[in-house]
């Protein structure tokens, strides 16, 4: 990429890197119904998608012309979209997992302020993302927006703001019509599929110069900051890291970039992927979390004493994230497929260790001046629900604070020689989060019973699966 977009890693990593400066008026987001109207004909916007992440993080909604958004139209979804597992079946009742009696309408509400195009359609289309309300118009406690805004909440009853910079790995693969098959790596501009040990390579991301710039350009239509972009280290994998900020806002955009990174990958041939570990050997794709805390009065960044040096807050909250997040787990790693990211010597923390500047440790200390003190969070894999993801891990640090929780002392070595400290597969790491009374502190028990049976059920949908391990060792030997 040219020269010009060259710049430092917010985790401190030199590295050559693209990076699109930010867009002082990027035409994303209105006050007002009124700009609303106005913002719509100013761009001929024909139709209108009012968008929300269901459990999954997938987009669900409606559709409708420009003209109806506008006059007052009441959206509404069945309450049933949040209790269907990823592929789309109903899991059986349990004690906390109950379906609404009546399956009643959920209500859509617009968050005007995300408002913007939808740059890859043909026809004039926007985009909104939509808050989740009953018919009393009170916010349901267990959908994804509402479960990250009751966290962010109670920081702020104590006068603090959580602020958060998300750094999502997704691959890019060749596409594959028949899931029996492994996936491979695209083809480059060169005419050959780019291999691994590519890390900060320049040359790894001038491979896919085109896809990049649509993405680049998407990402500009839709009020979309990206910091920076690397090639990450395995064959096709990128990491795009965002610009810090509010822990909702982080989300939405983490929601965007997904769907934007795929269907510009689309428009190429090719797929994006955000599982995580979509290649037998190869390193699985994360979504980092760089976590901070400000006073919202004065600014200051309550990880830090007003001496510079760390404060009782920035340990309690290390000693939170070490205490709970295992607990907390499966909504950094949803699925399956994200606990075979968490195997050792697969560049990915198998601890709930901590340590300055370490990568070896679940959380990370960069080096830093006072102001900037933060801690990053290197369990998530990209598969995660952004807003579930950034709620737990905010949530478990404010735990550590309201209980004033010890950490241990900082990992001055590789943490990953050990025992592994994490839950080692789904079930494990549901049961982990149904079982800790704390969590009821931040999360609503509804939301903890509903993921949790969603969870179960997507696991025996995956034992019905004969794998080719099954096949290969058990056929003819057992």
């Not at 009124?34 to 004909?41: D, S, T």
């Not at 998300?166 to 693969?173: D, G, M, Q, S, T």
């Not at 428009?267 to 400000?294: C, D, E, L, N, R």
């Not at 787990?329 to 260790?353: F, K, W």
Request: charged share 25%.
């Amino acid at each position: 990429m040219p020269a010009k977009r060259t710049m430092l890693k917010p985790s401190g990593k030199a590295a050559k890197t693209a990076h699109v400066p930010p867009n002082p008026n990027p035409g994303r987001g209105v006050k007002s119904w009124k700009e609303a109207a106005q913002w719509l004909r100013a761009r001929g916007i024909e139709d209108i998608e009012c968008i929300t992440p269901d459990l999954a993080g997938v987009p669900r909604g409606k559709m409708m012309p420009s003209s109806k958004f506008t006059s007052n139209t009441s959206l509404a979804l069945p309450s049933a979209i949040y209790r269907h597992t990823i592929s789309g079946e109903y899991p059986e009742e349990t004690e906390s997992f109950r379906y609404e009696p009546r399956d009643s309408d959920l209500k859509l509400v617009p968050d005007l302020s995300t408002l913007s195009v939808v740059p890859w359609e043909t026809d004039p289309t926007a985009q909104v993302i939509c808050d989740i309300v009953n018919v009393n118009g009170e916010e349901v406690p267990y959908t994804p927006r509402n479960v990250l805004k009751r966290v962010v909440s109670l920081y702020k009853k104590k006068g603090w703001k959580p602020v958060v910079a998300p750094e999502i790995e997704f691959y890019l693969v060749a596409k594959n019509d028949d899931p029996d098959y492994p996936l491979h790596p695209p083809k480059g501009r060169s005419g050959r599929s780019i291999v691994g040990g590519q890390s900060y390579s320049i040359a790894g991301i001038n491979e896919f110069d085109e896809l990049i710039d649509d993405i680049y350009h998407f990402s500009e239509k839709q009020g979309l900051e990206i910091d920076t972009l690397i090639h990450e280290e395995g064959p096709a994998q990128l990491e795009i890291n965002l610009r810090h900020g509010d822990p909702v806002e982080l989300a939405d955009q983490v929601f965007m970039f997904k769907r934007t990174i795929r269907e510009a990958a689309l428009k190429h041939g090719i797929y994006a992927t955000f599982m995580a570990k979509p290649m037998q050997g190869q390193a699985g794709s994360a979504m980092h979390i760089h976590q901070s805390v400000v006073d919202i009065e004065t600014g200051r960044n309550i990880f830090s004493n007003p001496d510079g040096s760390p404060s009782e807050e920035f340990f309690a909250f290390i000693g939170g994230m070490q205490n709970y997040v295992p607990s907390a787990l499966v909504m950094m790693a949803p699925y399956v497929n994200s606990y075979r990211r968490l195997t050792p010597d697969m560049a990915c923390p198998v601890n709930n260790a901590w340590g300055y500047d370490n990568r070896t440790t679940a959380f990370r200390v960069p080096v830093s001046d006072p102001a900037a003190r933060r801690v990053e969070n290197r369990l998530p894999s990209s598969d995660a629900n952004p807003y579930l993801a950034l709620a737990a891990s905010l949530g478990c640090g404010l735990l550590g604070i309201n209980h004033s929780v010890v950490p241990t002392s900082p990992t001055d070595d590789s943490a990953n020689e050990g025992s592994i400290d994490l839950p080692r597969g789904l079930l494990e790491a549901v049961a982990l989060l149904e079982d800790e009374p704390a969590f009821t502190e931040v999360f609503d028990p509804e939301f903890i019973g509903i993921y949790a049976g969603v969870k179960r059920g997507e696991f025996e949908t995956f034992m019905e699966v004969i794998s080719p391990w099954e096949r290969e060792f058990l056929l003819l030997n057992v």
